[in-house]
């Protein structure tokens, strides 16, 4: 393989850091300013985004003119010890480029809805100022130079949407959904840290440049290790399975932060970190088999979950767990498939924003209700709404010639493509998972949108200003047109980072899987259509098991609770009751001594400093005897 | 005749401070009341910039302070880690000493005069309302001194008396709270108590150690490690005694269990002294002892250091968890944090470097956290539980600012000198190979960072409290501690290669 080399920033390039400092500075205004700023900083916050989607466009458009479509950018070194040296570089090459578009992009149709969104809500600043930073954290993650400027982004984004999900800290659903999202950080950030120790270990840099060119000199094993190590990290990052439990709850939050979350930022950073580390991937088949696995696995269990979800947000945000699966299987299958995630991410990039927020329009219609059984025939009361949803519809369950058929049927194919039997089991999830898409998008549509009123009594829908519909048609029209626009430009475009893509020949041509695919998917659509347009019960049914099991989101949460939940509440139980004897039995002694009962507290103290002592002495023990077992060794 | 000669500018730092502690104790009997605080406090900050400008001039001395016709006497050790540390010491005393200095956030400073009156009797009630004591001063000073002096010590009776001579002033501090005396005097009475029952292991180690060696220097030891003909059992008896009573001072599990309750009794400038020097002594002291008097033997003894590690480290975060106070909160993380430097103990000499910057960069950290906390205040007393804290960003957004930034830097993300310290601690032990301590170390500082942004979300995410409490501004020594601590905590972050190198260069024991 060819050495990689990243030209030095030129031109226009050398403004690659006013990407990040723009919303960088937004945040630091908003948080600065305090109230002073509540009247112009929602406006602010959209402004820095608005001009860092200019910046990003003229970037791109002179990263198109360079002849090495790359440009480095050294700010100052960081950290310099002996023979590493990690720099605060950024990297503008075709990858982050369009991460950039999207991020900037979306994030800004995102910021103009917010703005009528949060209206009435007494945080809007605060809000804004969150928001921004976390495009900025994001922006830092796709521009970063190195893995460790990707950490420190990898990193942002994480306090920044722990933030932000538990923005509405008195509901205890976002605090709690708040933590599990940042546990399941945490997870990501551990192995994201591992596998860069590993890198510094092996090869001595974090820089991608030398970590790619040297990649071929690792020996298996430790390529094998950073692989899974990125590979766990991206997975808590994206969602993925065993991680998917957190993306849902992180509905918690004000509907902008999901459709900015499950859309433009976060999620897409594990895909990004995947592709990002290519080269690394692509060496080793068995990691690349596993990330294949976590991609199948997945985009088939947030099918299956969302077709028994009865909330129009977490029904949008399993299949945003299901759609990732996709771009994970993409990547996985290594390439030219590499190509087709990112292009799924982007076409997904609009639909599900444009999805995400129009649920949103749908709740403030509906007193922030999101029952879709409590739903029905909004299309005459919301045309707006109800024509952009059906265009984000008609794009995620891929028919022709909408986004989703650009974007996903190729997956499928090179899913297919993949040798042997896996192929055909791979190809046969990617297929199945299409159909499900198909079948319970129509059912979130149709209850929504169509058959018979179900509504409460204190409802009285109305469509939304102008300020929220207007982003809604934009994102409408780029679900429709984005993916059939972006196919064959965007994988040339992307050429110098993945390397030249072939057409793979493998068990059925694409022909074969084009026909497949509009089938399951008419059928899954059709199905759907019959079964829900009449409307359901205003409440769920008894249902057989396989429906039971989905809606207790295929026990992940009953495994999640056995396997974290219960363990680590027996260890802080248990720290709880040692604890109880010190603090608080210390401060309730007090209290008691102040009442005249001094001698409770007495009886407590030198109990205390006896029991001290005594595990002093009991670890004393402990360290002579193991010393000794070594004697005697 | 065998002359001493005395290598005085290399004990230049340690006599500035002795000379100003004995000065300090003059000044109480000599300088009017009114006039106190003002001349203690700046003879001790005079005398430790003092001191922290003769370990400059001295940086690259290497010998002993003692020797006889050029033959070094093992028992003051003047080499790298020796001056690095004591100059943070220093430094970092600098720091504690204004926060101890501040008068404005309760009326007379946060100190009474005697420790030992009854809680809450007429006495005491007295003096509660008198201004503070000045003596904490010298006092301070003396502890300083015997910080500085552990970690240069080359000999374990020197440490020793080291060891006494920084301990005692510190259980005399913890009991001068002005609020909350009784657990103020409890803290200090178990503190005592418990720091006693220590050095008595000290001293049957030292003894056991002498046994084996038949010598208490450090390199002489090392030496009999390899030929020495005693029974091996009085070395593991020893080394395992001597570990215990150092690793007491460090807080490390489980030898921690004094540690919340005296940080959360002692009054929160000496909270901050112990929780960044005497950590760094500690630290200094373990290194020097494992990486110069029982490198020879350290296949015996890695083994249950490195579960002591761990257990230290998963304990600290795992405690922390469900902390509702915040300064047993920090008292647990210290304990976690122990567990880490352990890390860089057991991975010896190419951790030295790492080890020394982690003790510095948590040091400042650790003491602007403290001083941030002596600031917010419900009336009197500190506000140290958690929910009281709620919503701070709305009613104090700088204070609650400068808290986030610190609770991130402890929480270890980037661009804060928490971030920075692990990054290099934990390189450098998987360069010496210690695959399995970083492992979990990584893990336990995830585990750690979750108390750390509760406590950021609670400050800006709630709702205040009606009766919220109110910080205490300006006052402008401990708004000068936090400014220090919050600068050092970004500067090592941002730009921490200075140090880096500094203490990569300081990191070689003189092994003679």
């Known amino acids: 393989m060819d050495d990689i080399s990243y030209a030095p920033a030129t031109g226009a390039l050398a403004w690659t850091w006013a990407l990040i400092a723009l919303p960088a500075l937004g945040a630091a205004v908003l948080l600065l300013a305090g109230r002073r700023a509540d009247k112009w900083g929602h406006w602010l916050g959209t402004a820095t985004i608005g001009a860092a989607f200019a910046l990003a466009l003229t970037l791109f458009a002179s990263l198109s003119g360079l002849e090495d479509k790359s440009g480095t950018l050294d700010l100052f070194t960081i950290i310099s010890v002996g023979d590493l040296q990690i720099d605060a570089s950024l990297l503008f090459d075709p990858l982050s480029a369009v991460f950039c578009l999207l991020i900037t992009g979306v994030g800004f149709l995102i910021h103009v809805y917010a703005v009528g969104y949060m209206a009435h809500d007494e945080g809007r600043r605060k809000f804004f100022a969150y928001f921004n930073l976390f495009a900025a954290a994001m922006l830092v993650l796709v521009l970063g130079g190195n893995y460790f400027m990707t950490f420190i982004g990898w990193e942002g984004v994480g306090v920044a949407s722990y933030l932000l999900i538990a923005f509405w800290q008195a509901k205890p659903a976002a605090a709690t959904a708040g933590k599990k999202a940042f546990l399941a950080n945490r997870v990501a950030d551990v192995g994201f840290l591992l596998a860069m120790f590993t890198m510094i270990g092996a090869l001595g840099s974090l820089d991608f440049a030398t970590v790619f060119n040297g990649a071929e000199s690792l020996s298996t094993g430790t390529s094998l290790a950073i692989g899974l190590l990125l590979l766990a990290a991206a997975c808590g990052k994206s969602g993925q399975w065993p991680f998917q439990t957190w993306l849902p709850d992180a509905m918690e939050g004000p509907t902008p932060v999901s459709a900015l979350i499950h859309a433009a930022t976060m999620v897409t950073a594990g895909v990004y970190l995947i592709a990002r580390s290519n080269v690394i991937f692509s060496l080793n088949p068995d990691v690349q088999t596993a990330v294949v696995v976590v991609g199948a696995l997945t985009l088939l269990f947030g099918a299956v979950v969302g077709c028994a979800k009865d909330d129009i947000k977490r029904v949008l945000a399993w299949s945003t767990v299901s759609q990732i699966g996709y771009m994970f299987l993409a990547v996985g299958l290594g390439g030219g498939a590499f190509a087709l995630g990112i292009i799924h991410l982007l076409a997904h990039g609009f639909f599900k924003a444009g999805l995400f927020l129009g649920s949103g329009s749908v709740m403030h219609a509906m007193n922030d209700q999101t029952d879709i059984r409590r739903f029905g025939g909004l299309w005459r009361v919301m045309p707006w709404t109800y024509a952009t949803f059906a265009a984000g519809w008609l794009a995620i369950i891929g028919l022709f010639p909408f986004s989703g058929y650009f974007s996903k049927d190729p997956i499928i194919a090179a899913a297919f493509a993949r040798e042997g039997w896996q192929g055909w089991v791979v190809g046969g999830a990617a297929l199945l998972g299409a159909a499900l898409t198909a079948f319970y998008m129509t059912r979130l549509f149709v209850l929504t949108f169509h058959g018979p009123r179900r509504w409460t009594e204190d409802v009285h829908p109305h469509e939304s200003p102008a300020i929220m519909t207007g982003p809604l048609v934009l994102l409408g029209l780029g679900s429709l047109a984005a993916g059939g626009l972006m196919a064959g430009p965007v994988t040339t475009w992307l050429t110098p980072v993945f390397g030249e893509h072939h057409e793979a020949h493998g068990h059925l041509s694409h022909t074969q899987v084009t026909i497949a695919t509009t089938v399951v998917v008419v059928l899954g659509a059709a199905l759907g259509w019959f079964l829900f347009r009449r409307g359901t019960d205003e409440a769920p049914r008894a249902a057989a098991w396989p429906v039971r099991l989905a809606r207790a989101d295929l026990g992940g949460e009953a495994v999640n609770r056995g396997l974290f939940e219960r363990p680590s509440r027996l260890v802080a139980g248990a720290s709880v009751s040692i604890d109880a004897r010190g603090v608080d039995g210390a401060v309730n002694g007090l209290s008691a001594a102040i009442g005249g009962g001094s001698r409770r507290l007495l009886a407590l103290q030198t109990g205390f400093v006896r029991s001290y002592a005594l595990s002093i002495l009991s670890g004393a023990v402990i360290v002579v005897a193991a010393l000794m077992v070594v004697v005697v060794q | ?512």
């Open chain 2, 1 to 512: 005749m065998n002359e001493v000669q005395i290598d005085w500018a290399g004990l230049a730092p340690m006599i500035i401070v002795f000379a100003a502690a004995f000065g300090g104790l003059l000044v109480e009997a000599t300088v009017p009341r009114a006039r106190r605080l003002a001349v203690q406090a700046g003879l001790a900050v005079a005398a430790l910039l003092a001191a922290f400008t003769a370990v400059v001039l001295i940086h690259d001395k290497s010998s002993a302070a003692f020797s006889i016709e050029g033959t070094g006497l093992g028992s003051v050790v003047l080499d790298g880690p020796g001056l690095f540390l004591q100059g943070t010491i220093a430094l970092l005393s600098v720091v504690a000493v204004l926060l101890l200095a501040e008068r404005r956030t309760t009326r007379g400073g946060d100190f009474v005069a005697e420790a030992a009156v009854v809680a809450d009797s007429a006495a005491d009630k007295a003096q509660q309302r008198e201004d503070g004591a000045t003596e904490i001063f010298p006092l301070t000073l003396f502890a300083v001194v015997g910080m500085m002096m552990f970690v240069v010590a080359g000999d374990l009776l020197t440490m020793f008396v080291a060891l006494e001579m920084l301990s005692l002033p510190l259980y005399l501090l913890c009991g001068l709270a002005k609020r909350r005396r009784l657990i103020s005097q409890e803290a200090a009475l178990k503190y005592f108590l418990l720091g006693a029952f220590a050095s008595a292991f000290y001293v049957y180690g030292m003894a056991m150690l002498y046994g084996f060696a038949g010598t208490v220097d450090l390199a002489g030891i090392n030496q009999a490690g390899i030929a020495s003909n005693q029974p091996r059992l009085l070395l593991y008896i020893g080394v395992a005694m001597i570990a215990v009573a150092m690793l007491f001072k460090a807080a490390a599990v489980p030898f921690h269990m004094w540690t919340p309750d005296v940080y959360t009794g002692a009054p929160t400038p000496v909270t901050a002294l112990m929780a960044a020097c005497v950590k760094v002594a500690a630290f200094g002291g373990l290194l020097r002892v494992f990486n110069v008097g029982l490198e020879s033997s350290a296949w015996d003894w890695r083994m249950i250091l490195m579960v002591i590690a761990i257990a230290t480290m998963l304990g600290g975060a795992i405690f922390a968890v469900t902390q509702r106070n915040i300064k047993r909160l920090l008292a647990y993380s210290s304990i976690a944090n122990a567990g880490y430097l352990l890390i860089g103990v057991i991975a010896l000499g190419d951790a030295v470097g790492s080890t020394m910057f982690y003790l510095a960069a948590y040091g400042f950290t650790v003491i602007a956290a403290f001083a941030v906390v002596s600031l917010v205040r419900d009336g009197d007393e500190e506000a140290t539980h958690l929910s009281r804290w709620a919503g701070l960003g709305k009613k104090s957004p700088g204070t609650a600012a400068v808290f986030t930034i610190l609770m991130l830097a402890l929480a270890g993300l980037p661009f804060t000198s928490g971030f920075t310290a692990k990054f290099g601690l934990f390189a450098a032990a998987l360069g010496a190979g210690e695959v399995g301590l970083v492992v979990v170390g990584v893990v336990s500082s995830a585990i750690l960072a979750f108390p750390y942004l509760r406590v950021v979300v609670l400050l800006w995410l709630n709702e205040p409290a009606p009766d919220a409490p109110t910080v205490n501004l300006p006052s402008p020594m401990a708004g000068a501690v936090v400014a220090a601590g919050v600068a050092a905590t970004l500067i090592l972050g941002v730009a921490p290669g200075f140090l880096i190198d500094i203490a990569d260069q300081a990191s070689t024991f003189l092994n003679t």
